[in-house]
Each structure stands twice: as structure tokens, then as C-alpha cells.
């Protein structure tokens, strides 16, 4: 099913010639609007009639985190504050959160983009979405509000956490579609769990939306097969609208990207050069349609790679792959570079171990990865648990490269947020 | 003749044991005799008591990783040899034992011993044949 069937399968040569229009008014527009583009395309000596295709793309500089951060609050903007409707602030761990506002417009656009990613993948009004996302300036509960009403479907703005009133809700109004985070959505397959009940036979649920958090495949199978769904990974951040970004057609073979919205770019982190499509690096992504706030060649951070084969569904926006982790969530153990999601990759492949760990840093070359025991595989014996423990480290030995040291927890003993899951606890001191 | 023994997962965790303890003791369940398995980040502990279900149930609410195994307890001759008596017959038929350990207390002349081998059934066959006593569950769970 298609939300805009016309845009969304535009021929590559239509779609090309779009984003450079797009691209070159956007360029001309943030030199005369934005103060912070203003300053820091004179700087860098750049003028927006220096690009001519998109290939002039790389010439344009580049848009960092810390520019939003140090630009605080208004210096992105390039309208009159008056024209802005919604303001949402991305997660600000260290100092000062990102300011990302919005106009009418710009929400109206990222509903859209929304209901293209719930349509392709089955939503119609006959359908209620619970949006277990959390409410507030993060942007995965709005924006995905907006645009699931947009589609007609009914929307149960139920937010994060509280979850017995979240399985009331879903069995009372027969929920067909969730939003949720992968880590939330593991502890709610627990609560069904202890409680002796069988969430495939309990609820309507037909598919789920899962993003927010970097997840595996084998996370997505588990899921799937808990609860008896299909289950969608979405990609979005607030500096780009939030969710709506890239998301997967009924195929779930990567995410399509929505281009005609936004320029995608993979480079080498280091270096900063783009790199060939297929190669894994950074996203880099440049919005082409915002008014409120456009935001040029912006480092997601995010590493994955442009999956370039056309796709089944007849979308010809390409797709990313799964985010295999961020630039800045890697960590480096005996010199060798390390994704949380590798680990979790392995786990999550291993009969016996439950859906909870945590990895913990102790010193440049000690790694240690703490592991729940699924209650049901312990059988009193010490060799099969010792078994366990062994083909947990040969396994992500072979993976990293590196022996971490594995310890083996009691079922429900290591913590679990009802939001992002910290999943990685650095102790080491620089 | 098999008696029910409780298998207690426990991850190397400060006071994890004494939170175990606490739970049977508030339940008034009484321990016979145990014994703890530890590697170097979890130990397994294996209980005998008066009612296993009751101690599993209890347990499993509390949220212990709990199993229940079948072992065999046998009455020793308290004379020295006695042990090797045991597990002479069982190694003369080349059943293994997974481990073994003893009762607190003792009858008046012989001690008890808790035996898991690798085949209960067979681990029976052979002793009896050996003429050693086998202990029923009913007065090992009443001991």
C-alpha cells in the first residue's frame, strides 16, 4: 500500500533532479535566513551558486552536533520565532540539549512522511496504534502521534512506562499496532511472561514500530515470535523531524529513506569523504524540505551503509541498513573497536540467555559482558551452566576478536529502564 | 527411592545466600542437608528438606532460578572404608558420579550420604545389588 504512490515511486532520474532543485534553494535560503549558515558558509569560504550538482554536495561544510549544542537556542533557526509552533530538544547527556523547532508546516510535513512509513506497512483507519512512546520534547511520541492521525488510524497516545495500565489498554481496545522501543518492548514479553500468559493469544497486535534505540535482527525475531507480529524498524533523530526518516516496507530488507526530503550521504568518519554507495560509514543527512530549521550535511553519528538494489516493493528511495552503531557509542577494548550491538548480536543468538544484559568497562583491555540466565534452562547442573558461559565467550570471541569475561545472572536481576536501556557502563577513568 | 532434591541457581552476588536462607527460614522450612557448587561468578546450591515442592514453590515465587533433581541417599556403614564401599560398587559398573555429599547429622551407625549420578536408575539398580540401604525419600524428608 502506498500513502503517495506518486512521489514515493518517482523514477530515480525525477527524484535526483528534485533534491538538487530542493537542495539549491535550501542552500540559498540558509545563507539569507540562518545566522549560524550565514557565519559559518562565510567562513569556510563556501556560496551556495558553488554547487551546481549533487555532487557539489561535499563541498558544502558539514553541520555538527556540537553546533547545535554551542548555537543554543535560536541560532539554527531561519524564521521569525513567531512563525515556529513546537519546539522538541534532543536528550542533552552533557551540557546543553539540541533545540529543534518546528512550523506548521514542518510538522504537517513530518506527519506525512509518518503516515507514508505506517501505510507501506499495512496501517489503515480500521486500526489502533498505541504509541508507547514517551510524550514531551522528545519527538518519538508527537510526531508519530501526528502522523498516525493523519492516517485515520486511532491513536492511544499511552506514552512510556506504567505497564500494567499499557496491557489494559491494549486488551480493552484491542491495539492492532504498536510505537515502542526495543527494550520496552523485551520487558513486556517478560511481564507476559511471569504472569503465565500468552501475549499472542491475549492481545490483537498485528506489528510493532521499533525504534529509538539500536537493535539487532535476532532482537527483532524475538520480539516477533513473543508476540506473534510483524515488527518494523524506523530510523529517525530529532534534528531530522524524529521518527519518519527511513523506515522498512513490508519486506523489512533496510529502510527506505525518504529522499525527496532528504539528501543522504555515508562517510568516512575520519576523514570526512564520502564514501561509495554500499560501504559502510556515517550518515550524513541534509533536509531539503524544512522551513523552520533546514539543516545541512548533519553527522548523525550513525554508522550503516545505502543498500543500492531496487527494492520489491517499487519505492525508489534506497534504503539504509540496520544502524550497526554509533560513532560515538564504540568503545575500544585492546585496541580493537567495539559496537554494543555486536555484542548483543551474539547474545541474543545463544539458546539459554535471557533478554537482559549489560556490558561493563573496566579498563583498556577488560571487557567484562553480564548475562541473564533464562530461568527455564537451569537444570541444577554446574556443567551445563558452565557450558553456557563457555559458549557465550567463544562465541563473542569470535565476533570481537577480543576474550571478554562473562558472568552469568539470576533471571530479572540485572536492571531494566522502562525507556532507552543503558546497556553500556564505562567505569574506566581517562 | 528416589529422594527430591532443590537446585538453586546463584549468581556471585553479596548476601545472595543469606537471601535464600532467610526466604526458607521465614517459611519455616528446615535444610537437612546441602551442599553449594561454586565456580568463580555463580555457585549452585542443592538443598534436601522435609517438603522439596512446597520449598520450590516458595522459592520460585521469591523469584530464585530454581530446579528439582531426583538423587539417591544411602545409609554408609559409619566405619572407615564405608564411603569407598559405595563408590567401589558404583565405579565397578561404570556409573559416574556427578557428586556427592553427607547429611549433618547421622543414625545411630551409619551416616548418610546424598549420591546424584549420571543414571539414577541404574545408580539404584547397582547398590541395591550391592547390598547397600537405600534410605526412602518418606524417612530421608523426616530425618
Known amino acids: 500500500m502506498f500513502w503517495d504512490p506518486k512521489i514515493e515511486k518517482l523514477s530515480r532520474e525525477k527524484l535526483e533532479k528534485l533534491q538538487l532543485e530542493r537542495l539549491k534553494k535550501t542552500l540559498q535560503y540558509v545563507f539569507s535566513r540562518s545566522p549560524f549558515y550565514k557565519k559559518r558558509f562565510t567562513e569556510k569560504k563556501f556560496r551556495p551558486s558553488m554547487v551546481k550538482s549533487l555532487d557539489g554536495l561535499a563541498r558544502v561544510p558539514f553541520t555538527y552536533i556540537d553546533d547545535l549544542r554551542k548555537n543554543y537556542p535560536y541560532g539554527l533557526l531561519a524564521v521569525d520565532k513567531s512563525e515556529t509552533v513546537r519546539l522538541h530538544t534532543s536528550s542533552g547527556t552533557t551540557g546543553k540539549p539540541k533545540a529543534i523547532f518546528f512550523t506548521r508546516d514542518d510538522i504537517g510535513r513530518g506527519a506525512d512522511l509518518i503516515a507514508r512509513c505506517l501505510v507501506m506497512t499495512g496501517v489503515t483507519k480500521k486500526d489502533v496504534l498505541q504509541n508507547m512512546m514517551s510524550y514531551g520534547l522528545f519527538t518519538g511520541g508527537l510526531v508519530m502521534h501526528y502522523g498516525a492521525e493523519k492516517v485515520g488510524a486511532l491513536v492511544i497516545p499511552a506514552g512510556i512506562g506504567n505497564t500494567d495500565r499499557q496491557l489494559m489498554l491494549m486488551q480493552d481496545f484491542g491495539t492492532t499496532s504498536i510505537h515502542i522501543t526495543p527494550s520496552y518492548a523485551l520487558y513486556i514479553a517478560d511481564v507476559f511472561e511471569k504472569k503465565g500468559l500468552d501475549p499472542r493469544k491475549e492481545l490483537k497486535l498485528k506489528r510493532a514500530y521499533m525504534g529509538a534505540e539500536p537493535h539487532s535482527e535476532e532482537t527483532r525475531r524475538k520480539i516477533e515470535s513473543a508476540f506473534g507480529i510483524d515488527v518494523y524498524n524506523s530510523y529517525g533523530l530529532s534534528e531530522m523531524n524524529g521518527p519518519g526518516v527511513a523506515f522498512e516496507c513490508q519486506y523489512k530488507d533496510g529502510m527506505h529513506l525518504w529522499e525527496d526530503h532528504f539528501i543522504m550521504e555515508i562517510i568516512d568518519p575520519v576523514t570526512g569523504r564520502q564514501l561509495p554507495p554500499g560501504q559502510e560509514g556515517e550518515l550524513v543527512l541534509t533536509t531539503l524540505c524544512r522551513v523552520g530549521m533546514p539543516i545541512l550535511r548533519y553527522r548523525t553519528k550513525d554508522i550503516t551503509r545505502i543498500i543500492t538494489a531496487p527494492c520489491r516493493c517499487g519505492r525508489t528511495h534506497r534504503r539504509i541498513a540496520r544502524i550497526t552503531g554509533r560513532s560515538d557509542d564504540m568503545f575500544i577494548i585492546k585496541g580493537v573497536n567495539i559496537f554494543p550491538q555486536q555484542i548483543e548480536r551474539v547474545l541474543m543468538g545463544i539458546k539459554g540467555v535471557a533478554r537482559n544484559y549489560l556490558i561493563q568497562l573496566e579498563s583498556y583491555d577488560e571487557l567484562i559482558v553480564k548475562v541473564e540466565i533464562q530461568k527455564r534452562s537451569f537444570d541444577g547442573s554446574v556443567d551445563h551452566m558452565a557450558g553456557l558461559k563457555a559458549e557465550i565467550e567463544g562465541k563473542l570471541r569470535a565476533e570481537l576478536l577480543v576474550r571478554p569475561k562473562i558472568e552469568l545472572h539470576e533471571p530479572g536481576s540485572l536492571p531494566v529502564s522502562e525507556g532507552k536501556a543503558k546497556r553500556v557502563i564505562d567505569n574506566r577513568k581517562l | ?143
Not at chain 2, 30 to 57: W, Y
Not at chain 2, 89 to 111: P, R
Open chain 2, 1 to 143: 527411592m528416589k529422594v527430591k532434591q532443590i537446585s538453586l541457581f546463584l549468581e556471585n552476588k553479596k548476601g545472595r545466600l543469606l537471601e535464600v536462607l532467610n526466604t526458607l527460614g521465614k517459611e519455616k522450612i528446615n535444610i537437612r542437608a546441602l551442599s553449594i557448587a561454586d565456580t568463580s561468578d555463580f555457585g549452585i546450591l542443592r538443598l534436601i528438606v522435609p517438603d522439596p515442592d512446597k520449598a520450590k514453590a516458595v522459592l520460585g515465587k521469591n523469584n530464585f532460578t530454581v530446579k528439582e533433581t531426583d538423587v539417591i541417599a544411602v545409609g554408609v556403614p559409619d566405619s572407615p572404608g564405608g564411603l569407598a564401599l559405595i563408590i567401589g560398587a558404583l565405579d565397578k559398573s561404570g556409573i559416574n558420579v556427578e557428586y556427592i555429599y553427607a547429611f549433618a547429622e547421622k543414625k545411630e551407625k551409619e551416616a548418610i550420604v546424598v549420591i546424584r549420578t549420571e543414571n539414577i536408575d541404574e545408580g539404584i539398580k547397582v547398590l541395591k545389588a550391592a547390598g547397600i540401604r537405600i534410605l526412602p525419600a518418606k524417612e530421608v524428608y523426616s530425618l
